[in-house]
């Protein structure tokens, strides 16, 4: 069941295990919620899809506590959100999508939506840029071929304007998207790499446009999220 899911480079749902082990679904699906509890796996969305588990890397590492990645990444978050006073979450890669698995709430009573459970294109949000800043320029000219759907004015919706932004991750380690998915939400992020250097996450921070970043130090913020994504990942790393 674990190379079912560790031979694919999305989610899997619990027919498609069923399909590839050859084991009855309520089978797998038992197997599965007891290895979720492990953190062995990980259940990405309600319909229960699952992805090989944080934990798993963790026990492999030098005595790294078990849990799923949104657990080891939950406290470095609620820091990171008290820090700069705007909510940050926790995202992963799923069918060509990004995945918010995990929000931590800014303080304050001003609140952005929570985006726990919820995907969203690529390149609409600096979580999914993140992403792309460790993809070769074939692999970005592969996502951009079919189009660049514009949520706003303000998205990027042509190769050439991807490419830019995808450069401008690799140099600088962060991505930021201003009012591009949503014209009222501004949000940076860095990603997540394990052992291999692989990005396997991201890590963002956003909060209302009127309010974030407005007149805050960026090379600063940028920092924080940068070393936030270093803490997650360390713990992949063992």
């Given at each position: 069941?674990?190379?079912?899911?560790?031979?694919?480079?999305?989610?899997?749902?619990?027919?498609?295990?069923?399909?590839?082990?050859?084991?009855?679904?309520?089978?797998?699906?038992?197997?599965?919620a007891?290895?979720?509890?492990?953190?062995?796996?990980?259940?990405?969305?309600?319909?229960?899809?699952?992805?090989?588990?944080?934990?798993?890397?963790?026990?492999?590492?030098?005595?790294?506590?078990?849990?799923?990645?949104?657990?080891?990444?939950?406290?470095?978050?609620?820091?990171?959100?008290?820090?700069l006073?705007?909510?940050?979450?926790?995202?992963?890669?799923?069918?060509?999508?990004?995945?918010?698995?995990?929000?931590?709430?800014?303080?304050?009573?001003?609140?952005?939506?929570?985006?726990?459970?919820?995907?969203?294109?690529?390149?609409?949000?600096?979580?999914?840029?993140?992403?792309?800043?460790?993809w070769?320029?074939?692999?970005?000219?592969?996502?951009?071929?079919?189009?660049?759907?514009?949520?706003?004015?303000?998205?990027?919706?042509?190769?050439?304007?991807?490419?830019?932004?995808v450069?401008?991750?690799?140099?600088?380690?962060v991505?930021?998207?201003?009012?591009?998915?949503?014209?009222?939400?501004?949000?940076?992020?860095?990603?997540?790499?394990?052992?291999?250097?692989?990005?396997?996450?991201?890590?963002?921070?956003?909060?209302?446009?009127?309010?974030?970043?407005?007149?805050?130090?960026?090379?600063?913020?940028?920092?924080?999220?940068?070393?936030?994504?270093?803490?997650?990942?360390a713990?992949?790393?063992?």
């Amino acid at each position: 069941m674990l190379r079912a899911l560790a031979g694919r480079t999305d989610s899997s749902g619990v027919s498609d295990v069923a399909r590839v082990t050859g084991l009855a679904k309520s089978t797998c699906s038992r197997i599965l919620a007891s290895l979720d509890e492990l953190g062995i796996v990980e259940r990405v969305d309600e319909a229960g899809r699952y992805v090989i588990g944080s934990g798993l890397r963790a026990l492999a590492g030098a005595g790294a506590p078990a849990g799923t990645l949104r657990d080891l990444a939950r406290p470095y978050l609620r820091e990171l959100a008290d820090r700069l006073g705007e909510s940050a979450s926790l995202a992963v890669m799923d069918g060509g999508e990004g995945l918010y698995v995990v929000q931590v709430a800014a303080p304050g009573p001003v609140q952005v939506t929570d985006w726990t459970g919820q995907r969203f294109p690529l390149h609409t949000i600096a979580a999914g840029q993140a992403f792309m800043g460790s993809w070769t320029d074939e692999e970005v000219a592969a996502y951009a071929a079919d189009g660049l759907e514009g949520f706003t004015e303000r998205t990027v919706t042509t190769l050439v304007g991807l490419r830019q932004r995808v450069g401008e991750v690799r140099r600088t380690g962060v991505a930021w998207t201003i009012g591009e998915f949503s014209d009222e939400i501004s949000g940076v992020a860095a990603p997540v790499r394990d052992a291999d250097g692989v990005a396997v996450a991201s890590v963002s921070v956003y909060g209302p446009g009127w309010r974030f970043p407005g007149d805050a130090d960026l090379p600063d913020i940028e920092r924080l999220v940068r070393e936030t994504a270093d803490r997650v990942g360390a713990l992949l790393a063992g």
